[in-house]
């Protein structure tokens, strides 16, 4: 197989976007803290070491964990009223989407320091990060994709995000008017969605789904007020957290003082995740696997919470943790030992396991860790000249991309040289966002980026940042969404203008189709999309644009399965986009 079909290791620098590459994208910082961590397979196969003893790392001071009188986690946290009891044990997550960095919530992708490997500052933000792309996915199936999008306008505004197990809580200012009309319309902005309003109990008006298109899995049951959405995977788990939230329901800490000794040691911050009895992050995350993980992760039947806490005027953030565990043992009190704090600055950790307890904390440079400080987000601006000095606007080619069947295509940006740009970002008139940064070095001839853009209609405007985070627009590109008439199509790529030739599998598991234009064409770009096979599998030529045609003996290139697969090759001309040939085989 030809080696762009490869498994590259820098392939944390390409976004794509299946569902599941979504929804992970979303969570940015499985992909913004890319290669920050070590080999993460100790904590799956490490066993817990019987006869030990449970000595601090730094200090053999008894640690006093109660809680105190005055600490009530309902009314002192922001999150705690949702934190309701469950069979299954709870896992929850809570974002202040208004103080965090815009890295941890844009659809970003970015690299950090990669001598950064420290779950004191990575447990919190890897997981953190990860949930709220899964809360950004299941709003935006609810129609509210705009308001929880960092750099998009709405007519509703999502602050505050708190995940407990499957359900997203969001929690801000909504239009219920305007919300009610997506949820039953089956509009774009609900991916085909149509819902029917069950009720209005407690305040809430509640929704179910009624009809779900093919492509999309088990849609959220909705619940809506004015100030709160609540996303649940069915109308039972829905009832749950409306009791939760009226009182009518007991709560994780009620009953359990290490919970709520937990939650008061480090439950305070912008970014907070937690686990208490059987859960863990997979009741949330699935099969989906986030990479990199913390060298150090509680194991099921441990209680941890976990927050990091963003300054606005500072360039560093705070990061606590607390831990409660049966046995540590002496092969995690070595970790601990090793590894909490030591990317914090100036001496800042604070660590003490003692009688099973671990305790810690640490002060972080934002920039170590490849985040933009909450108050210089967007603010530092380049000129168009001294973008341009980084990235010049014709080293870029453009390429859309028709999802049949699906809410949004994709537009395609491909770097055609060198340049001194630490990380590319693209931005639509429709609010979906995305950004390229390489783990090392800046971006690279041949790096690849792309955006969901509405098929309806779209804009994507291209902005290039440098190393201190400065942001610069290079150019703006419609989406050419018209369709090309059937017609047009044949005109402009005649049935003989494009040769395919077939490879069978050679080791592998897939053919490989050639195609080559092998007489003049009127098409500005040349899409080779396999129906079967993976999406990264698609193959793309020419540029949105250009003016110019694609030349003869160009080619792409394909994987395609050999049990018999379906090629369609699109076309743009004129600022319209269809199909021009399509290819059935091998039988």
């Not at 053999?60 to 986690?73: G, K, L, Y």
């Not at 649940?232 to 749950?240: E, I, K, N, Y």
């Not at 490879?503 to 007489?519: H, K, M, Y």
Request: proline residues 5%; charged residues 25%; negative net charge.
């Amino acid at each position: 197989m030809p080696s762009r079909f490869n498994n590259d290791a820098d392939s944390t620098i390409q976004t794509t976007q299946s569902r599941r590459r979504f929804l992970l994208g979303m969570g940015t910082l499985t992909a913004a803290l890319a290669g920050c961590s070590g080999d993460t397979s100790q904590q799956a196969t490490e066993a817990p070491t019987d006869n030990t003893t449970d000595d601090g790392p730094t200090d053999e001071t008894p640690v006093d964990d109660s809680p105190t009188e005055t600490f009530d986690p309902a009314g002192d946290l922001p999150y705690g009223q949702w934190l309701t009891r469950d069979n299954r044990g709870l896992f929850f997550a809570y974002a202040n989407l208004d103080n965090l960095p815009d890295d941890t919530v844009a659809d970003s992708g970015g690299s950090s320091d990669r001598s950064v490997d420290d779950p004191l500052a990575l447990y919190p933000l890897v997981l953190g990060g990860a949930a709220v792309g899964i809360g950004r996915l299941s709003l935006s199936y609810v129609g509210l994709a705009q308001a929880i999008n960092p750099r998009a306008t709405s007519d509703s505004t999502v602050n505050e995000l708190t995940i407990t197990n499957e359900t997203i809580i969001a929690e801000g200012s909504f239009a219920t008017d305007q919300l009610h009309d997506r949820l039953i319309e089956s509009t774009d902005e609900t991916f085909g969605i149509a819902y029917e309003q069950t009720s209005t109990e407690r305040g809430y008006d509640r929704y179910e789904p009624v009809d779900v298109p093919d492509s999309v899995d088990d849609p959220p049951a909705v619940a809506v007020t004015d100030e709160t959405v609540i996303a649940g995977p069915d109308a039972s788990r829905l009832d749950q957290t409306i009791a939760t939230d009226v009182g009518n329901r007991s709560r994780i800490f009620e009953t359990d003082e290490a919970a709520t000794a937990l939650l008061e040691q480090a439950g305070t911050g912008d970014l907070v995740v937690g686990q208490f009895g059987a859960a863990t992050s997979e009741q949330l995350f699935g099969d989906l696997q986030l990479d990199p993980g913390p060298q150090f992760r509680p194991r099921s039947g441990e209680n941890v919470v976990a927050a990091v806490d963003f300054d606005a005027s500072s360039d560093t953030f705070e990061a606590q943790f607390a831990l409660d565990a049966a046995d540590l043992g002496e092969g995690r009190q070595e970790t601990i030992e090793t590894s909490f704090g030591t990317a914090a600055v100036d001496d800042s950790e604070s660590i003490d396991v003692s009688d099973g307890r671990l305790i810690a904390s640490g002060t972080y440079s934002v920039e170590s860790l490849g985040l933009t400080s909450a108050d210089s987000a967007g603010d530092e601006q380049l000129s168009e000249a001294a973008a341009a000095e980084l990235v010049a606007p014709d080293a870029l080619t453009f390429q859309y991309e028709p999802q049949p069947d699906q809410q949004f295509g994709e537009l395609w940006v491909t770097i055609t040289e060198e340049t001194d740009a630490a990380a590319i970002r693209l931005d639509t008139d429709t609010g979906n966002s995305t950004e390229i940064r390489p783990q090392e070095g800046s971006i690279s001839n041949g790096d690849s980026i792309s955006v969901p853009v509405d098929q309806d209609g779209d804009a994507v405007t291209v902005s290039v940042l440098n190393d201190e985070g400065a942001v610069g627009k290079l150019t703006t590109q419609s989406v050419p969404t018209a369709e090309l008439s059937e017609e047009t199509a044949s005109k402009a790529v005649p049935e003989d203008a494009l040769s395919f030739t077939y490879d069978s599998p050679d080791g592998g598991e897939f053919g490989s189709l050639t195609i080559e234009v092998v007489a003049d064409t009127d098409a500005e770009t040349l899409i080779a999309q396999p129906q079967e096979a993976p999406g990264l599998f698609a193959d793309r030529v020419g540029s949105l644009g250009s003016h110019a045609p694609i030349d003869v003996g160009t080619t792409l290139e394909t994987a395609v399965e050999p049990a018999g697969e379906e090629v369609i090759v699109y076309a743009t001309v004129d600022g319209a986009t269809g199909v021009v040939a399509r290819w059935q085989g091998p039988t």
